[in-house]
C-alpha cells in the first residue's frame, strides 16, 4: 500500500542537541513533499517544501531537509535545537492524481525538548 | 492577511444527531481540502473541491457525510447519524493552483456522545 513513513512517534531530546526526523514514502513517479509543525494547542504550520531542484531544502526557524530519491526518503534535521522546537511534526507527501492533489501524511513524531 | 478559519472551534453532540461544519479558505485561494485526524495519526484526506466542483472523495467518507462549496468560497461539511467513531479533528485546508501549498486551518473538535 502506498503511505508514508515516520520512523520514531516519540523522540525526547535536551536544548542544544541535534535533530533528525525520518521520513519514507512509498511513492514512484513524482512528488512533492512537505514537513508540517503542530505546537501546543496551535494548528498545522508549513515548516518546508520540496517540489524541485536543490534537494536540500531550508526552512523556517533553522530547520531544513535533505530529499534523497533514491531512498525514498525526505529527513528533516536541525542542528541545534530549543525548548520552543517541542511539537507534532507531520511530514507529507502531495500526489499526482488525475489533474488534481492530495496531502498524505506520515503518523507525525512527537518531540519534548527539555531545558 | 486572514488564514484558514474554521466554525465552531469544538463540537460535542449526541449519537444519532447531525452536524455541520465550516471552513472559510484564505481569499483568493481557488482549491480546499477537508481531512480528519484522530489521536495519534497524521491527517487523512476527505475530499477536494476546485472552486465549486468536488473533484474527489475518499473512501473514507460514507454516504453520512456531504460536503459542498456553493459559490466556491466557503464550504460546509455535514455529519448526518453522528456515530461515536466519527470523533476526531476534522482539518480544512485551502491552496491556490499557483503555489499548490496547502495552508491548513485550527480544525473543529468533534466529539459524539
Known amino acids: 500500500a502506498q503511505s508514508v513513513s515516520q520512523h520514531n512517534h516519540h523522540v525526547i531530546l535536551s536544548e542544544a542537541a541535534s535533530l533528525e526526523l525520518g521520513c519514507n514514502y512509498s511513492?514512484?513517479?513524482?512528488?512533492?513533499l512537505f514537513w508540517y509543525v503542530q505546537y501546543p494547542g496551535q494548528h498545522l504550520q508549513l515548516l518546508l517544501k520540496?517540489?524541485?531542484?536543490?534537494?536540500l531544502v531550508k526552512g523556517i526557524k533553522g530547520f531544513e531537509a535533505e530529499f534523497i530519491k533514491s531512498k525514498f526518503s525526505f529527513n528533516l534535521r536541525k542542528p541545534s535545537v530549543q525548548w520552543s522546537d517541542t511539537a507534532e511534526y507531520f511530514c507529507a507527501v502531495m500526489r499526482f492524481s488525475g489533474g488534481y492533489n492530495k496531502l498524505i501524511f506520515g503518523a507525525g513524531t512527537r518531540l519534548a525538548v527539555h531545558p | 492577511d486572514t488564514g484558514v478559519s474554521q466554525d465552531p472551534r469544538h463540537k460535542i453532540t449526541k449519537r444519532g444527531q447531525n452536524v455541520t461544519f465550516r471552513c472559510d479558505p484564505i481569499s483568493e485561494h481557488n482549491r480546499l481540502y477537508w481531512y480528519r485526524q484522530t489521536l495519534g495519526q497524521g491527517p487523512e484526506f476527505l475530499t477536494y473541491f476546485q472552486n465549486e466542483a468536488q473533484l474527489e472523495k475518499s473512501r473514507l467518507l460514507s454516504d453520512r457525510f456531504s460536503a459542498e462549496r456553493p459559490k466556491g468560497s466557503f464550504s460546509t461539511l455535514e455529519i448526518q447519524r453522528t456515530e461515536q467513531g466519527d470523533s476526531a479533528m476534522y482539518l480544512c485546508?485551502?491552496?491556490?493552483?499557483?503555489?499548490?501549498?496547502?495552508?491548513f486551518g485550527p480544525g473543529t473538535r468533534l466529539t459524539v456522545l
Open positions: 520540496y517540489f524541485s531542484g536543490d534537494p
Open positions: 511513492y514512484g513517479g513524482t512528488v512533492n
Open positions: 485546508a485551502s491552496s491556490s493552483s499557483v503555489t499548490d501549498t496547502q495552508y
